[in-house]
């Protein structure tokens, strides 16, 4: 069984360009969620998708975007990328309790950290 | 999703048990408690979840007060590789399966030699 694997795992970009990070869910897992995690804070949700649709946002501008493909994996998009979009980015998969899920268990990634000049 | 609790830092000497407390005197009927850690460069790692009864697993228990208002995280025999940081987290299932976490910011256990 693969868990969740994201790349890349480092990158540095400067302000106003646009970044991708991708992630390639648990196998079995049809729900993947977002996260960013600024130094010293905890994980801060952004959005999540199941089968390809965004079914949940947190408080991010809309540009931040993501993509659910029909394997599972997706992508988070930053556009304009700001200095405070500088954060460890993590993905986590799971399966939705409306596909028999049953814990509601996340299974994170590494992560992917940008560094924003 | 009710608001939790935690305090900054503990220490914890090895081979002892570490015992993680969170208060969430908010709690809804239809709320969970989870906890997940994060061990330093890496992603969260889910630990154990509970609604009213007690649980245990191969990591951890967790002891859910009757009320509901606060909980203990219990890891019996801290080992060097339990330092990290734990983070207690209270959400209701979302009809729509969403699995939003909201995040706090954890309590740093140290495991001392």
């Known amino acids: 069984e693969t868990g969740v694997t994201q790349s890349p795992t480092h990158l540095i970009k400067t302000r106003g360009q646009q970044v991708t990070l991708r992630c390639s869910s648990q196998s079995g897992h049809n729900t993947v969620s977002w996260y960013q995690q600024a130094l010293g804070q905890g994980p801060q949700f952004i959005f999540q998708y199941y089968r390809e649709e965004e079914n949940g946002r947190g408080n991010f501008p809309p540009r931040f975007s993501g993509l659910q493909f029909p394997n599972y994996s997706s992508e988070l998009n930053v556009n304009a990328l700001e200095l405070d979009d500088s954060a460890l980015y993590l993905c986590?998969?799971?399966?939705?309790?409306?596909?028999?899920?049953?814990?509601?268990?996340?299974?994170f990634g590494e992560g992917s950290r940008l560094t924003v000049l | 999703d009710a608001k939790t609790t935690q305090p900054t830092s503990m220490d914890c000497a090895e081979g002892r048990a570490a015992n993680l407390p969170c208060n969430h005197s908010t709690i809804s009927g239809n709320e969970y408690v989870y906890w997940y850690r994060q061990i330093h460069s890496q992603g969260p790692q889910y630990i154990i979840h509970g609604l009213k009864n007690n649980e245990t697993n191969e990591m951890a228990s967790l002891i859910i007060t009757e009320d509901r208002k606060s909980s203990t995280l219990i890891l019996p025999h801290a080992t060097l590789r339990d330092t990290a940081v734990y983070y207690c987290i209270v959400r209701a299932y979302s009809g729509a399966g969403s699995y939003q976490l909201t995040f706090g910011k954890g309590t740093k256990l140290s495991v001392i030699p």
């Open positions: 986590a998969s799971s399966q939705s309790l409306l596909a028999g899920g049953r814990t509601g268990e996340l299974f």
